[in-house]
T-cell receptor
Framework: DSGVTQTPKHLITATGQRVTLRCSPR?????VYWYQQSLDQGLQFLIQ???????AKGNILERFSAQQFPDLHSELNLSSLELGDSALYFCASSVGDTGGEQYFGPGTRLTVT | GENVEQHPSTLSVQEGDSAVIKCTYS??????FPWYKQELGKRPQLIID?????GEKKDQRIAVTLNKTAKHFSLHITETQPEDSAVYFCAASKGSGTGGSYIPTFGRGTSLIVHP
């Protein structure tokens, strides 16, 4: 157990819908990272928040957005869902200043039908 | 941006053999190289990492070597066991921003199969 929690574990929804994925980082970690893992694209970095502020952006679609709240939990919002958005979504956390080590949550499996 | 190539995509070995997975990276500024193990349906787990000021690091049966000049790094697993069977991902990253964040670029993964 990494100490990072994600809810829900599984999500099945229809195209065009909107969903919210939630992540709670390890105690003491200030950074939260979101990743998408699909069979054809591998592990893709989406976005990072550090202590409530957006810090880095990767291959995140405009239909996707995220935020980190004062208690440091983070939410990833996916809207106008398409079949191709079906994937495993992981969040990871790190302290942020020690450089590098990231601890992954168990993931949310999103299926868009 | 950074590009990480990982080989082989599949590696099949007998229990007790050694396994080597190799990665190359493109950005000479990358300075942190973690390796993750991911079992089927589970989260990636950090198993070992190395920074650019070190050439080799060992942790029991696993070791990582880094050649900065050639921009490649490798994962070595000795005395493999069936429970080592998983997908292994390498990554390369460098610090960015003021928060010390390291955004990794991942390789495509190696599926390691250890036959009893």
């Amino acid at each position: 157990d990494s100490g990072v929690t994600q809810t829900p574990k599984h999500l099945i929804t229809a195209t065009g819908q909107r969903v919210t994925l939630r992540c709670s980082p390890r105690s003491g970690d200030l950074s939260v990272y979101w990743y998408q893992q699909s069979l054809d694209q591998g592990l893709q970095f989406l976005i990072q928040y550090y202590n409530g502020e957006e810090r880095a952006k990767g291959n995140i679609l405009e239909r996707f957005s995220a935020q980190q709240f004062p208690d440091l939990h983070s939410e990833l919002n996916l809207s106008s869902l398409e079949l191709g958005d079906s994937a495993l979504y992981f969040c990871a956390s790190s302290v942020g200043d020690t450089g590098g080590e990231q601890y992954f949550g168990p993931g949310t499996r999103l299926t868009v039908t | 941006g950074e590009n990480v190539e990982q080989h082989p995509s599949t590696l099949s070995v007998q229990e007790g053999d050694s396994a080597v997975i190799k990665c190359t990276y493109s950005d000479s500024a990358s300075n942190y190289f973690p390796w993750y193990k991911q079992e089927l349906g589970k989260r990636p787990q950090l198993i070992i990492d190395i920074r650019s000021n070190v050439g080799e690091k060992k942790d029991q049966r696993i070791a990582v070597t880094l050649n900065k000049t050639a921009k490649h790094f490798s994962l070595h697993i000795t005395e493999t066991q069936p429970e080592d069977s998983a997908v292994y991902f390498c990554a390369a990253s460098k610090g960015s921003g003021t928060g010390g964040s390291y955004i990794p670029t991942f390789g495509r993964g190696t599926s390691l199969i250890v036959h009893p």
